[in-house]
C-alpha cells in the first residue's frame, strides 16, 4: 500500500516535472510550444456616435458596429444573433449610417478591404474609389492619433492614388 | 506522521513551484520578479519612505515625497512592519521582492500540502495544493506585497489551530497570537476581513464539538492580535473612508452579461472578451470546466455516503462552495451594495479554494466502485456525454469560444473521458476494500482496478493541464523576454527613476510633476533622488485634494490623476512645484518663462525637464498676493522645519503639504493651529519676531501601539490563568 502510494507520488512528481520544463522551455523562447499560445482579446469599445436615427454606433477595433436603442454590445462572433437584433457591422461611420439609412446592412456598395495598415491606414475600396480609415493599434487594437477614428476619407481612384494620397500626408 | 519519501516529495514540489514563479530570473540578464506599476511606483518607494524614517527612530506615517503628504501607516499598501518587509533592509527592492515571492511560494506550498494531507492522500494533496496556489487570484496576487502573505498565513494559522491535539495549550495560544498578528501586519485589511470567517468556522466545522475550548482559545487569540495592531488597522479605515478610492471601483462593469460571468469560469475572459480585459480581470474568474466539474462529482461522491462524511462534506460546503458562489454573486450582481462595490469579492476564492479543492481530493482518493448513487451515474454519464458533444459543436452553441486555444479543448476532452471512466469503474464489479473515508489518515482503497488508476491519472493531468493557461498569462511566458508588460517580471532598471540623468539636473528638497499617467511612476520614484513628487497614486490619496485639483482645472484624472496642461504658473508655485518633466517640448511653458534645464533620452523617448521661473520652494510666506519662497527648511520624519528670515512684516506661512487634522505646528516651540489654503495646502499666521516653524503630521505615537500591545498581553494572561482553560492545560 505504502509503496503504491510511493509509486503514485512519484509519477505526479514526474508530470509536474514535465510540466514545469516545458513552461522553462518555452519561456526561454528556445522551444516554442503552440499548445501554450493563448489569444489574447484586445480593443476598447469606443462610442463613435451617439443616437443617429435611434441608432449607438461603436466602434471595437476596425469594425463599426450600428447598435439600435434598447439593445446592448452582443459579441462580434454570435453573428446570428447581432442579425437578429438588428445590429449592422460596418467599416466606418459613414458606412454605419449609410447602412442605418437604407435600414439594412446589405448596401451597395460596400467598403470592401484593399490593403490593411498602410501607414496607420486601412484602404478600403468603395465603387470605383479608394478610401482610407485609420487602422487600430495592432497591438493593443485601441485608436491611434493618426486620424479621427473611424471615419472614412477619399483617398484615390486606386491603390497607387490612395497610398501616394497618404504619403503626402495632405 | 508524514513518511520521509512524503516529506521530500512536498519539499521538492515546493521547491519547484519556487524556482517556476521566478522562472524569467534564470532565463533573462537582470531580470528580476517584480511589478513595475504597484511594487516600484508604490512598494518600494513607500517602504524607502518608512525605512528612512524608522531608521531616524519615528513612526512612519507620512510619505512627504508622495502627492503633497501621503499617508503610509494603514495605507493600503505599504505595510512597512510586514514580516515581508524585512527583506527590503538588507537587500535592493528588486531582489527583495524577489526573495520575497520565491521563499513565499516555497512555505505556501509546504503548508497548504501539510493542511491538506490531514484530508487526503499525498498524491491528491499534492495536486490540489498546485490547484490552490495557481487559482488565478492567489496566484496573480502573490506578486504584490500586501497581499503575497494572505494564502501562507491562511494556511499557517488553520494548521496550527488543527494542531490543538499535540500542541501544549501554552505554545497553541502563542502561536496563533503571533500567526494572527503577522497576519494583520503583512496582509491588506481586504483579504483580512475576507479571511476571518475561516479562521472561525474551520475549528468547528473540522473537529466539531471537541475542539471547543481550543476553539475559544483561538477566538482570544484572534481578538487580542486585532487589539494589538488595532492602531495599524484604524488608521487603514480612516484614511480610506476620505480617499478617491472610496467613491470607485476598478472591478465592477468588465464582465456584464450572466452568459459572460459564466462563461469566463471555463476560460479566462482575456481570451475571448470581445474587448481587451486589463489586469486581474483577464484571468480571475478562470476555474476551468475540469475543476468545476471533478469538484462536483467529488461532492456527489461524498454526499452519497454522507454519514461518514458528513463533517468533511459541511466544511466543504460551508468554508467552499458557498463562499465561492457568494463571491461571484456579490461581485457581479452586490454594486448596490456599500463597501462590496468598492471591493473585489472575488478574493474570497484566494480561501475557499482551500477547502472546495477537498472535493477534487476526495474524488482522486475514493474508490469509485459503488461510490455513486445511481442518480449520480446517470447525471455522470449526461454530463460526460453533454461536454463531448457541445466540445465538437463549440462554435455554434458558443459562438465567443470558436478561436479558443487548443490547449482548453483538450482540457474538455480529458474532462469528458475522465466522467466517462468514472462511470464506467462505478459500474465496475471489482472486489477490493473500502476506503477509509474519515477525515484522518485517508490512503485510498487498497486495490485500483486498472480502470479507476488510469482515471485518477487523466483527471490528474486534466487537472495540471488546466493550470498552465493561468502560469502561462500571469508570468507572461508566452513574452519570450523580461520586457515591461507583464506585471511579474522586469529589468532591474526599472524600480528606479529613469532616466537617471534626469535626477541630477534637480535640487533636492524640491517638487516636480511629470505630464504622464501616474502609473509611468516618475513623480513617485524621485524620492530616490531626494525631490518630491505630485500626481496621486495611492488607494489613500485624497478626495478632497482631487476635488480642489480638479475644480482648478490643475489635473488630468487617470488612475488617479496628474498635473497636465493648460498651464497656470501661479498656482503650480504655489503648490511648490519648481519641476516639470515632459515627453516633448511645450511652448506654452516657455511662454510662460519656464526653461528646459536638461533633455534626456530613455529607451528611445525623450524627457524635457522644465523649472519654474519662481524656482518655487515647497514653503513660501504670504504678505499681500505674492508668494515668497523660502530655501531655509529642513524634511524631517513626518514633517518639515522652517528657519524664518527676519520678518518685519506679518502673513502667513504656507507648506504644500495637503493639509489633514493630523498637523500640528509650532512656531517657537509654541503650537498653533494650522488651516487650509484654498488649494488645500497646510498654512499658519505669522509675526515678525518669529523664527522657527515645524509642520508635524502625527495621526499615532509609539505609546498608542504600546497600548494595544499592553491590552493584548493583558487579555492573553487573563485567558491562560482562566479556570476553565487552567484546567485543560
Redesign the interface.
Known amino acids: 500500500m505504502r509503496q503504491r502510494e510511493n509509486r503514485n507520488i512519484f509519477i505526479f512528481l514526474l508530470l509536474w516535472s514535465g510540466l514545469v520544463t516545458t513552461l522553462f522551455f518555452h519561456a526561454s523562447g528556445r522551444i516554442d510550444i503552440s499548445l501554450f499560445h493563448f489569444p489574447q482579446a484586445k480593443g476598447i469599445l469606443l462610442g463613435a456616435e451617439m443616437n443617429y436615427k435611434h441608432f449607438n454606433l461603436i466602434g471595437l477595433r476596425e469594425e463599426v458596429y450600428a447598435i439600435p436603442h434598447g439593445s446592448g454590445f452582443i459579441h462580434p462572433s454570435r453573428i446570428k444573433l447581432m442579425k437578429k437584433k438588428g445590429i449592422f457591422v460596418a467599416h466606418s461611420i459613414q458606412e454605419a449610417k449609410r447602412m442605418v439609412d437604407a435600414g439594412t446592412e446589405n448596401i451597395e456598395p460596400k467598403l470592401a478591404l484593399k490593403e490593411k495598415n498602410f501607414q496607420g491606414y486601412n484602404l478600403y475600396s468603395l465603387g470605383s474609389r479608394i478610401y482610407a480609415v485609420p487602422a487600430m493599434h495592432p497591438e493593443s487594437g485601441a485608436p491611434t492619433p493618426i486620424g479621427q477614428p473611424y471615419s472614412e476619407r477619399l483617398a484615390g481612384k486606386n491603390v497607387e492614388e490612395a497610398k501616394k494620397f497618404i504619403v503626402s500626408g495632405e | 506522521m508524514l513518511?520521509r519519501?512524503?516529506k521530500w516529495?512536498i519539499f521538492?514540489?515546493a521547491l519547484?513551484v519556487s524556482?517556476?514563479v521566478i522562472?524569467?530570473v534564470?532565463?533573462y540578464d537582470q531580470c528580476y520578479s517584480f511589478d513595475s506599476n504597484d511594487d516600484a511606483n508604490h512598494t518600494f518607494v513607500n517602504l524607502k519612505a518608512a525605512r528612512d524614517m524608522l531608521m531616524q527612530w519615528s513612526l512612519p506615517e507620512l510619505n512627504l515625497y508622495n502627492n503633497f503628504g501621503t499617508p503610509l501607516l494603514g495605507d493600503a499598501l505599504t505595510f512597512p512592519f510586514a514580516l515581508q518587509s524585512i527583506t527590503y533592509w538588507f537587500l535592493p527592492d528588486y531582489l527583495a521582492m524577489t526573495v520575497n515571492r520565491a521563499v513565499i511560494s516555497f512555505l505556501a506550498i509546504i503548508t497548504l500540502s501539510l493542511l491538506l494531507r490531514q484530508f487526503l492522500?499525498?498524491?491528491a494533496t499534492?495536486?490540489c495544493a498546485?490547484i490552490v496556489f495557481f487559482s488565478p487570484g492567489q496566484f496573480w496576487n502573490l506578486a504584490h506585497h500586501h497581499y503575497q502573505m494572505s494564502l501562507l498565513c491562511l494556511c499557517v494559522i488553520l494548521y496550527v489551530q488543527s494542531r490543538h491535539a499535540s500542541l501544549n495549550k501554552t505554545m497553541y495560544l502563542l502561536l496563533l497570537w503571533i500567526g494572527y498578528i503577522v497576519l494583520f501586519l503583512s496582509v491588506s485589511i481586504q483579504p483580512v476581513l475576507l479571511a476571518i470567517p475561516f479562521f472561525i468556522l474551520f475549528l468547528p466545522l473540522k473537529d466539531g464539538f471537541q475542539a471547543k475550548r481550543a476553539w475559544t482559545i483561538n477566538i482570544v487569540a484572534l481578538i487580542s492580535a486585532a487589539i494589538a495592531t488595532w492602531p495599524h488597522t484604524a488608521i487603514f479605515f480612516k484614511n480610506i473612508a476620505g480617499s478617491t478610492r472610496a467613491q470607485w471601483s476598478p472591478y465592477s462593469g468588465i464582465l456584464?452579461?450572466t452568459r459572460?460571468q459564466l462563461l469566463a469560469l471555463f476560460v479566462?475572459?482575456?481570451?475571448?472578451?470581445?474587448?481587451?480585459?486589463n489586469g486581474h480581470f483577464?484571468i480571475v474568474t478562470y476555474y476551468s470546466i475540469a475543476y468545476l466539474v471533478f469538484a462536483a462529482i467529488g461532492l456527489l461522491s461524498l454526499a452519497y455516503k454522507a454519514e461518514a462524511n458528513v463533517r468533511l462534506l459541511r466544511m466543504i460546503v460551508i468554508l467552499g462552495v458557498i463562499p465561492a458562489v457568494s463571491g461571484y454573486i456579490l461581485q457581479f450582481y452586490g454594486q448596490t451594495i456599500p463597501f462590496v462595490r468598492n471591493v473585489d469579492s472575488t478574493r474570497i476564492w484566494w480561501f475557499s479554494n482551500v477547502f472546495l479543492v477537498l472535493a477534487v481530493g476526495k474524488l482522486i482518493d475514493s474508490s469509485w466502485n459503488q461510490s455513486f448513487h445511481w442518480l449520480s451515474r446517470c447525471l455522470i454519464g449526461v454530463s460526460a456525454l453533454g461536454i463531448l458533444i457541445a466540445s465538437f459543436s463549440l462554435p455554434k452553441l458558443l459562438?465567443?469560444f470558436?478561436?479558443?486555444?487548443?490547449?482548453h479543448m483538450?482540457v474538455i476532452w480529458g474532462t469528458g473521458i475522465s466522467l466517462l471512466v468514472i462511470l464506467f469503474s462505478s459500474l465496475a464489479k471489482t472486489s477490493h476494500r473500502e476506503p477509509s473515508i474519515t477525515l484522518q489518515g485517508l490512503?485510498?482503497s487498497?486495490e485500483?482496478s486498472i480502470t479507476s488508476s488510469i482515471g485518477k491519472?487523466l483527471i490528474?493531468?486534466v487537472l495540471?493541464?488546466a493550470?498552465?493557461?493561468i502560469?502561462?498569462?500571469v508570468?507572461g511566458?508566452?513574452m519570450?523576454?523580461c520586457e515591461k508588460g507583464n506585471h511579474y517580471f522586469n529589468h532591474a532598471k526599472e524600480a528606479t527613476f529613469q532616466p537617471q540623468a534626469i535626477l541630477s539636473h534637480m535640487e533636492p528638497g524640491y517638487r516636480m510633476a511629470s505630464v504622464e499617467s501616474p502609473g509611468e511612476g516618475h513623480d513617485l520614484k524621485a524620492i530616490y533622488g531626494g525631490i518630491l513628487g505630485s500626481n496621486a497614486r495611492a488607494i489613500v490619496s485624497s478626495q478632497q485634494l482631487m476635488e480642489i485639483f480638479t475644480k482648478f482645472k490643475l489635473v488630468t484624472l487617470d488612475d488617479n490623476y496628474f498635473f497636465s496642461p493648460p498651464w497656470q504658473t501661479e498656482k503650480l508655485s504655489r503648490l511648490g512645484i519648481r519641476y516639470l518633466l515632459l515627453k516633448q517640448q511645450s511652448t506654452e511653458l516657455e511662454v510662460q518663462g519656464w526653461n528646459v534645464i536638461a533633455v534626456e533620452q530613455y529607451l528611445g523617448q525623450q524627457f524635457f525637464l522644465y523649472e519654474n521661473p519662481s524656482k518655487a520652494s515647497l514653503v513660501h510666506l504670504l504678505h499681500g498676493d505674492k508668494p515668497v519662497f523660502l530655501k531655509s527648511y529642513e524634511l524631517v520624519p513626518n514633517g518639515i522645519k522652517i528657519q524664518l528670515p527676519d520678518l518685519d512684516y506679518g502673513g502667513s506661512l504656507v507648506a504644500s503639504f495637503f493639509y489633514r487634522d493630523s498637523w500640528h505646528a509650532w512656531v517657537d516651540g509654541k503650537e498653533v493651529i494650522p488651516t487650509m489654503n484654498a488649494l488645500g495646502m497646510i498654512q499658519i499666521p505669522i509675526k515678525p519676531g518669529h523664527r522657527t516653524v515645524l509642520f508635524q503630521f502625527q495621526k499615532l505615537t509609539a505609546r498608542d501601539f504600546l497600548f494595544s500591545f499592553l491590552c493584548s498581553v493583558a487579555i492573553l494572561l487573563i485567558t491562560y490563568f482562566a479556570p476553565r482553560l487552567q484546567r485543560e492545560r
Not at chain 2, 479566462?268 to 480585459?277: A, D, I, K, L, S
Open positions: 513518511s519519501q512524503e516529495g521538492y514540489l519547484t524556482i517556476l522562472a524569467k534564470f532565463l492522500s499525498q498524491r499534492m495536486i498546485l456584464s452579461t459572460e479566462p475572459p482575456g481570451e475571448w472578451m470581445q474587448y481587451g480585459v483577464s459562438p465567443e470558436s478561436e479558443i486555444a487548443p490547449l483538450l490512503e485510498g487498497s485500483e491519472g490528474i493531468a495540471l493541464l493550470q498552465a493557461p502560469i502561462v498569462h508570468m511566458l508566452n519570450h523576454s
